[in-house]
């Protein structure tokens, strides 16, 4: 196999999805009998991080959890589904939502309790930002994931800026 199958210039989003399941056990949870909701941060974390090592297939580090929706609470004893996809590649960054489902193990029915969006960016073994493939969507939902991510980047670094400024001002940061 050639450098340029291995790596090439455009990714379906299929060819990076990531799919964990994880059972919940008393150690993962609150004294109500609840899942932490730090340890499903670190679910989400690691299944968003599969589908951007995937995709870049180089190092990936999580720069942003960009929005969590905690919807319902999980239970001891539930099995946890996580699903992550790429929407979007930038230069070197990208990013990948996480939808998150509850199966209760004695009907099999299946529960949506939450749904994130990460930002990675790909690094060599040195912490040098890596040149990304870019995402090619396929579907109407994957087109419609691919260009609300442009909209969320746009926002992230307005939102950057101001928060910079801010520091500026108050002299939170050197200049």
Known sequence: MSTTEANPLVRTVASSQSEMTEVILPNDANTLGNLLGGRLMH???????IAAYRHSRTHVVTAAMDHIDFIQPVHVGDLLILKSSVNRAFNSSLEVGVKV????PLTGTHLHVASAYLVFVAVDEHGRRQKLPQVQPETPDEIRRYNDALLRRQHRESESAR?????????????
């Open 163 to 175: 928060r910079k400024q801010e520091r500026r001002n108050t002299g939170l940061t050197r200049v």
């Open 101 to 104: 489902w509850v199966e209760d």
């Open 43 to 49: 679910f989400i974390d690691l299944t968003g991080a």
